[in-house]
């Protein structure tokens, strides 16, 4: 079983940016995509971002976030970065990094890191 592990999160006010980063605990693993969700409190799960990071490198974005975030990702090392900007303190949540595997397709996600964003 691969374990993801985030990094980063934590604390800012509205109009900072945060910076979330996911790998697994092995970079021999690959992905097919990788994305982030958050969930609050709740409320389901949702998409935040997600990318094809064996393929094209294409893109998607909540609507919530477009313009705001940004994701990125490196596919030797297996590794998803969500740079936030402009938050706002509807962004509040625990983000979740998720991937599915490229030869198994199943899918695996990390154990949430809490972002929490003050007026």
């Known amino acids: 079983q691969v374990q993801l592990s985030e990094f980063g999160g934590g604390l800012a006010q509205a109009g900072e940016s945060l910076r979330l980063s996911c790998a697994p605990a092995r970079n021999t693993f690959k992905f097919d995509t990788m994305a982030w969700y958050r969930q609050v409190p709740g409320t389901p799960r949702q998409l935040v971002a997600r990318?094809?990071?064996?393929?094209?490198?294409?893109?998607t974005y909540a609507d919530s976030v477009k313009g705001r975030f940004t994701i990125s990702g490196d596919y030797a090392e297996s590794t998803v970065i969500l740079q936030m900007d402009k938050l706002k303190p509807e962004d509040t949540a625990v983000y979740y990094c998720?991937?599915?595997?490229?030869?198994?397709?199943?899918?695996?996600w990390g154990q949430g890191t809490q972002v929490t964003v003050s007026s």
């Open positions: 998720h991937g599915i595997g490229l030869i198994s397709h199943r899918d695996y």
């Open positions: 990318i094809n990071i064996s393929g094209d490198g294409s893109t």
